[in-house]
T-cell receptor, first 115, second 114 residues
């Protein structure tokens, strides 16, 4: 069973507030990812990291930022939340396993609503 | 670039019906293929995978075969249950240096009625 955690699970916040979504994994995985999931269910990669002190932008442009100071921790920050940031945010991690098949393990998600 | 196309949903079935969700892909090289499932209010869970042509992944009664000649990885189940109601995502991981990134299809919503 995957051990990847996200907090909070639900967050309702006003416009202009700074927020940090937490993601932690206990599997020692080197790679971590953030996805934004729109109401139509489609997943968009917004950030990823392949190790400590490495972060990269994903396929979908995002105003959020991430950091990777520790292997197990990959927080996502929005400096000034806007209603357009309302979405489901999913964190995932992966590591080398078997014949190089990088299975991704997902956290339960944070549902963010900006009013 | 790499892409995954799933059949459009939503799909609505009666319990014990046969399920097929089509998935086709475009990728260079030899990708690995996955099916993930997302139950309401949860994150994604890996359902099954296949790493090379003609591999069959299977789990919980679901099956999918990696068909390189048709670039497909269709998901099937012989007899669905109400508890199978969820969103299903087909995904691929390209070969080479991709940092383990996955390319997902748009998801297919499955609803099973008693």
């Amino acid at each position: 069973e995957a051990d990847i955690y996200q907090t909070p699970r639900y967050l309702v916040i006003g416009t202009g507030k700074k927020i940090t979504l937490e993601c932690s994994q206990t599997m020692g995985h080197d790679k971590m990812y953030w996805y934004q999931q729109d109401p139509g269910m489609e997943l968009h990669l917004i950030h990823y990291s392949y190790g400590v002190n490495s972060t990269e932008k994903g396929d979908l442009s995002s105003e959020s930022t991430v950091s990777r100071i520790r292997t197990e921790h990959f927080p996502l920050t929005l400096e000034s939340a806007r209603p357009s940031h309302t979405s489901q945010y999913l964190c995932a991690s992966s590591g080398n396993k078997g014949a190089g098949v990088y299975e991704q393990y997902f956290g339960p998600g944070t549902r963010l609503t900006v009013t | 670039g790499d892409s995954v196309t799933q059949m459009e949903g939503p799909v609505t079935l009666s319990e014990e019906a046969f399920l097929t969700i089509n998935c086709t892909y475009t990728a260079t090289g030899y990708p690995s293929l996955f099916w993930y499932v997302q139950y309401p209010g949860e994150g994604l869970q890996l359902l099954l995978k296949a790493t090379k042509a003609d591999d069959k992944g299977s789990n919980k009664g679901f099956e999918a075969t990696y068909r390189k000649e048709t670039t497909s990885f269709h998901l099937e189940k012989g007899s669905v249950q109400v508890s199978d109601s969820a969103v299903y995502f087909c995904a691929l991981r390209a070969g080479g240096t991709s940092y383990g990134k996955l390319t997902f299809g748009q998801g297919t919503i499955l609803t099973v009625h008693p």
